[in-house]
C-alpha cells in the first residue's frame, strides 16, 4: 500500500472494503481475547487458500476483528493456476 491507496488488481474494489471492514470495527469494537482471533485467522487463511486455488477467484481477504483490527489480501491469479482446477465457465 503506498500513501493509502492499494495499486493492482481489484485496487477500487479492495480500498471499499477496507474502509467497510475499518468502519465495522470501529463501531463493534472486539470482544475476545486475542489468542481466539489468531487461532481462528490462521483457519480461515488455509480455507482461502483453497478457494483460492480451486475458483477462478484472484483477490480474497482475511479480516481480524481483535482488539487491533488487521486484514490480509491474498491475490493469486488464474495465470498461476493450473488449468485442470479451475471451473471449466472460467477457461
Known amino acids: 500500500m503506498e500513501g493509502g491507496q492499494f495499486q493492482g488488481e481489484q ?3 479492495t480500498e471499499h472494503i477496507i474502509g467497510v471492514f475499518y468502519s465495522v470495527a470501529n ?3 472486539f470482544g475476545f481475547v486475542e489468542s481466539v482471533y489468531r487461532r481462528s ?3 480461515f487463511e ?3 487458500l483453497h478457494y483460492l486455488r480451486s475458483s477462478c477467484m484472484e483477490v480474497s481477504f482475511v479480516l481480524a476483528f ?3 483490527a488487521k486484514f490480509r489480501r491474498v491475490i ?4 498461476r ?3 485442470n482446477r479451475l471451473p471449466s465457465s472460467s477457461l
Open 81 to 83: 493456476k493450473l488449468p
Open 76 to 79: 493469486m491469479t488464474n495465470d
Open 66 to 68: 481483535g482488539q487491533y
Open 11 to 13: 485496487a477500487e474494489l
Open 46 to 48: 488455509q480455507q482461502l
Open 41 to 43: 485467522t490462521k483457519t
Open 27 to 29: 463501531e463493534l469494537g
